[in-house]
């Protein structure tokens, strides 16, 4: 792809705005990965099941569910410099109110107000990257923010694990609440919805991005009405949902049971816990942006979106297929730490892919398309939350870890017809400027 002639050398203000992002994720996945490694000091406190506490997970990802419509809406309506600034600002006082429950009510309770701020998340962050990232910048750029959320959850358990060892469970949702409350005060400080309204931005670089976008005006002056009945009317939503569905159930189980599934199934310590749980996220990372970058490369080398979306994706959910079986069945704790890297690199694969799509597909409606399809990934991640307790008291860890290679090999065969070279939306009437 050719690039425009540009009047001056372009700034990159739409590189710290992505680091930006790669930091709204890392602090999302920071705050919700607390409550699983702190998940066996609270059950030994408040005397809680192993159904109970998924109950406790459940609720957080139920909300999370529900609200992201809502959330991705608020976004394409308001912008998201303002919404994502309120959104971790409404969480991060439940992050900290987490560590004032007392019972297995009020910690569902808790969790399910928490979720309903993070269901927000996501999508405004691609949202907010809609109007910043140029086309074949776009499969990098959610690797890459990706990468952060997996960083931020390979780095709380060891950090967790020191700070319940010296002051006990509570501190650690003090000390991220923190983190979240200074991120918002940036972001408000330093983001503007389009590269046009942002001082630092010259005009090379707001050239160069106008001509990624096809040419169109980077002023938000008019916001369009979000053609809902066009989205969830078009088969490709559909694919997509499930195809997301599929993977949110096999990450949420890495994201809340198991740290359990180390200390009960593979009998480590706590302090071992914090060690290898932190293993497979950090290999993750590594998938994260090796997904999204290689994705981008295909497509500049052959030109061909589906192709290069595709490819990357498909390998990456078989791969996570192949190695779930023996890290699950291997008699060896540490060989199957080993696999279950592997099968997280091969998962996390897929990920930036699966929100590029939601911007080839979503143009400006990207936090609406987004929403859509987290939802259903996140209802999947309810589920697999709640159902795990259940699947490990009635039939054991293996039968629930082993559920996860089917699916990875289920999404695998959703992802083929998806069309990410075709809008899903034809142009809607504009709205009044918010």
């Known amino acids: 792809m050719a690039q425009p002639a540009l009047p001056v050398r372009p700034t990159r203000v739409r590189h710290i705005v992505l680091w930006l992002t790669v930091a709204a994720y890392m602090i999302t996945y920071m705050d919700r990965v607390v409550i699983s490694i702190a998940a066996p000091s609270i059950q030994k406190e408040m005397g809680l099941s192993l159904i109970a506490m998924g109950w406790v997970f459940g609720a957080f990802q139920l909300s999370y569910a529900l609200f992201q419509i809502p959330g991705g809406w608020l976004g394409d309506r308001y912008g998201p410099r303002r919404v994502l600034t309120g959104i971790v600002m409404w969480w991060s006082a439940f992050t900290a109110a987490t560590a004032l429950t007392w019972s297995a009510s009020s910690l569902v309770v808790c969790r399910f107000l928490f979720g309903a701020g993070e269901a927000g998340a996501f999508p405004n962050a691609t949202r907010s990257l809609s109007r910043w990232m140029l086309p074949s910048e776009r499969g990098f750029a959610q690797g890459l923010t990706h990468a952060g959320a997996r960083l931020g959850s390979a780095l709380t358990p060891v950090l967790v694990v020191l700070l ?9 949702f003090f000390a991220f609440a923190g983190l979240g409350l200074a991120w918002a005060a940036v972001w408000f400080w330093f983001y503007r919805d389009t590269p046009e309204e942002h001082r630092q931005v010259n005009a090379g670089e707001r050239a160069l991005i106008e001509a990624g ?38 990450m949420a189980i890495f994201l809340t049971w198991f740290p359990k599934y180390l200390v009960d199934a593979r009998h480590f310590s706590l302090k071992e816990m914090g060690f290898y749980a932190s293993l497979p996220l950090l290999a993750a990372v590594v998938g994260d942006v090796a997904g999204g ?13 589906n192709f290069s979306r595709r490819a990357v994706a498909i390998v990456g959910f078989l791969l996570a297929a192949g190695a779930i079986p023996p890290a699950v069945l291997s008699a060896s704790p540490l060989v199957g730490v080993a696999f279950f890297c592997v099968a997280l690199f091969g998962l996390e694969l897929t990920v930036g892919v699966s929100w590029a799509v939601t911007l080839d597909i979503g143009g400006e409606f990207a936090g609406s398309v987004s929403s859509i399809m987290n939802t259903f990934g996140n209802i999947a991640g309810a589920s697999a939350a709640a159902l795990t307790g259940y699947i490990v008291t009635l039939y054991g860890w293996d039968a629930a870890f082993l559920v996860l290679a089917g699916l990875c090999l289920l999404a695998a065969l959703l992802f083929i017809p998806l069309d990410c070279s075709k809008r899903i939306y034809a142009e809607g009437p504009a709205l009044q400027p918010a």
Do not use: E, H
């Open 164 to 172: 319940i060892a010296k002051w006990g469970w509570r501190t650690p």
């Open 293 to 305: 970058t290689f994705s981008d490369r295909l497509f500049k080398w052959t030109g061909r979106l």
């Open 213 to 250: 976008l096809g040419g169109k005006p980077l002023a938000g002056s008019a916001r369009k009405a979000v053609p809902w009945r066009q989205l969830l009317s078009n088969p490709q939503i559909w694919v997509l949902s499930a195809m997301y569905a599929c993977y949110a159930y096999v």
